[in-house]
């Protein structure tokens, strides 16, 4: 369903979060433009971006009169501009919201940073891990007695960033239709990938994540909510939390649950990880796979990316796009209500 068509959004060349954020709302049939700096260098050298599927592409500089006359023209028709740079960098265009109004006063300006446009940090420049280290989320991502893992570059940039954008786009829009004026988006990767923490917060604040990080329920520490390696040095994720799904484990790992000291003494949670260790060590991914297929253990393979392209439950729910490249398709999926 194209559910934004004839939405037209400008989108100003950027790094990760902003050209996610766009190919988000083109996936789902907004207009969209990019708008691209000529002779820009940057880190994403792919032959084939898929964050730029569906766009159509502009090179303007926006110093030079007759470029920037196309820019105004282009504004001035559109709905949304997706602005991906540092507070002011716009401004000293002279392309500032105020300025902007003036052009289009429906326009719905996203304003897309890592700290957002007030508050110290407004100038800094950072990256994910950075917006990640100071939303509190990066120190959630160690084992035990180790150092913080970044987790590649997907919940500042593009969970926190890129989704936030074009979700406070699409509240932007829905405002828009009642006031009849446009909106300042105003979103900061660092509060977005906080906001996606407010779980952990509950957590946290209510006693339930005081242990090491590493040995709580929900981080590694419980034996059954765990990736445990196998015989052919592959790997098992294993969420077993509810009783019945940790019933279904012991099965499918031919273990007895009066064997085991109980799945809520922590004290015992080591004890019990090493036996599920040995365990899954003595088949392969693929027997423990055909075995858990029976069971309803929340126990599942880990795939690789290229395995994802050939997982049959991706296949039949048609998951991803062929298009230059595979490429995971648009979510969520939409459908009438009823077929009347």
């Not at 929900?218 to 765990?226: E, H, S, T, V």
């Not at 279904?248 to 003494?265: C, M």
């Not at 040995?278 to 796979?289: A, D, H, S």
Request: glycine letters at 8%; charged letters at 25%; proline letters at 7%.
């Amino acid at each position: 369903m194209f559910l934004l068509k004839e939405i037209k959004v400008i989108e100003m060349e950027g790094l990760a979060p902003g050209p996610f954020c766009g190919m988000v709302l083109a996936d789902f049939g907004a207009e969209v433009t990019l708008v691209k700096r000529p002779n820009l260098e940057t880190y994403e050298k792919m032959a084939y971006n898929p964050l730029h599927r569906n766009k159509k592409t502009l090179s303007l500089d926006l110093k030079a009169e007759q470029d920037r006359e196309t820019f105004l023209n282009l504004l001035k028709d559109s709905d949304v501009l997706i602005d991906p740079f540092r507070p002011g960098v716009m401004e000293r265009l002279g392309l500032g919201p105020k300025e902007a109004s003036k052009y289009n006063p429906r326009l719905i300006y996203v304003r897309l940073t890592g700290y957002g446009q007030t508050g110290p940090l407004r100038e800094k420049a950072g990256h994910d891990i950075n917006y990640l280290a100071l939303s509190g989320v990066l120190s959630l991502f160690i084992g035990e007695g180790k150092k913080p893992v970044p987790p590649l570059n997907l919940l500042a940039d593009f969970a926190g960033g890129g989704f936030m954008a074009a979700f406070g786009t699409l509240l932007a829009l829905l405002e828009r239709e009642k006031t009849k004026k446009g909106v300042v988006v105003d979103v900061s990767m660092t509060e977005g990938v906080n906001y996606i923490a407010t779980f952990v917060y509950g957590l946290f604040f209510n006693g339930l994540l005081q242990r090491p990080i590493g040995s709580n329920r929900l981080d590694g520490g419980a034996p059954y909510y765990q990736v445990y390696e196998t015989k052919d040095a592959r790997f098992m994720a294993v969420g077993a939390i509810e009783e019945k799904f940790y019933e279904a484990l012991l099965r499918g790992l031919g273990l007895k649950q009066e064997d085991l000291p109980s799945k809520e003494d922590q004290d015992s949670w080591p004890l019990i990880k090493e036996e599920f260790k040995k365990r899954f060590m003595e088949k392969t991914q693929g027997e423990w796979v055909e075995i858990f297929q029976k069971l309803d253990a929340c126990v599942t393979p880990v795939l690789s990316i290229q395995e994802t392209l050939k997982f049959p439950h991706h296949l039949a729910r048609e998951r991803f796009l062929w298009q230059g490249i595979p490429q995971p398709a648009p979510a969520p999926k939409f459908s009438p209500l009823s077929d009347e």
